[in-house]
T-cell receptor
Framework: NAGVTQTPKFQVLKTGQSMTLQCAQD?????MYWYRQDPGMGLRLIYY???????DKGEVPNGYNVSRLNKREFSLRLESAAPSQTSVYFC?????????????FGPGTRLTVL | AQSVTQLDSQVPVFEEAPVELRCNYS??????LFWYVQYPNQGLQLLLK??????LVKGINGFEAEFNKSQTSFHLRKPSVHISDTAEYFC???????????????FGQGTILTVHP
């Protein structure tokens, strides 16, 4: 099992460009999440999908959109990138969306917006 | 609303010394508590979690944590660290609030543990 995979690993964008971060899991999990990690701020939830066909905003959703393509895949889109979106992005999944469920994380995507 | 405070941003320690990484939380509901570790250039891995029962929780790699409800703390400890324990450690809390079915996971700011030879 590969667990949670993310592509790309690194990306440099210019302000105003768009891109989609891809995430896939092979653990048959129902719930998936997108976080961003910034120095000294821990991880902050951008969007989550409690189950296939549903998505909801997290703590910092502005400037992002998501798509739960199927049970395995959950993508994050930046329509018009801004320097404030320079960050490391992590995708995670859990069996259920319950408060006691362990979340499994991908290796991350390092995004720089110039 | 939930919040997590990790009291130390960086903790340097010598190999084979004991270490404690401190975590305090606030929440208006019952909580579940987690410690995750992030090795350089990797994603997060679960070290241990407290759901209920015994307040002393043992995790992987010799780490343990104690849930103290009265002090709202969940400090992480290891009696003897190794060079390979150098990483960033995150405390996180979740709890069902507002009648939703989703338990939001709130992370602390992280503590960088550096183990010196």
């Amino acid at each position: 099992n590969a667990g949670v995979t993310q592509t790309p690993k690194f990306q440099v964008l210019k302000t105003g460009q768009s891109m989609t971060l891809q995430c896939a899991q092979d653990m048959n999990h129902n719930s998936m999440y997108w976080y961003r990690q910034d120095p000294g701020m821990g991880l902050r939830l951008i969007y989550y999908s409690a189950s296939e066909g549903t998505t909801d905003k997290g703590e910092v959703p502005n400037g992002y959109n998501v798509s739960r393509l199927n049970k395995r895949e959950f993508s994050l889109r930046l329509e018009s990138a801004a320097p404030s979106q320079t960050s490391v992005y992590f995708c995670a999944s859990s069996l259920l969306a319950g408060e006691n469920d362990e979340q499994f994380f991908g290796p991350g995507t390092r995004l720089t917006v110039l | 609303a939930q919040s997590v405070t990790q009291l130390d941003s960086q903790v340097p320690v010598f190999e084979e010394a004991p270490v404690e990484l401190r975590c305090n939380y606030s929440s208006s509901v019952s909580v579940y508590l987690f410690w995750y570790v992030q090795y350089p250039n990797q994603g997060l891995q679960l070290l241990l979690k407290y759901l209920s029962g015994s307040t002393l929780v043992k995790g992987i790699n010799g780490f343990e944590a104690e849930f103290n409800k009265s002090q709202t703390s969940f400090h992480l400890r290891k009696p003897s660290v190794h060079i390979s324990d150098t990483a960033e450690y995150f405390c996180a809390v979740s709890g069902n609030a507002g009648g939703t079915s989703y338990g939001k996971l709130t992370f602390g700011q992280g503590t960088i543990l550096t183990v010196h030879p």
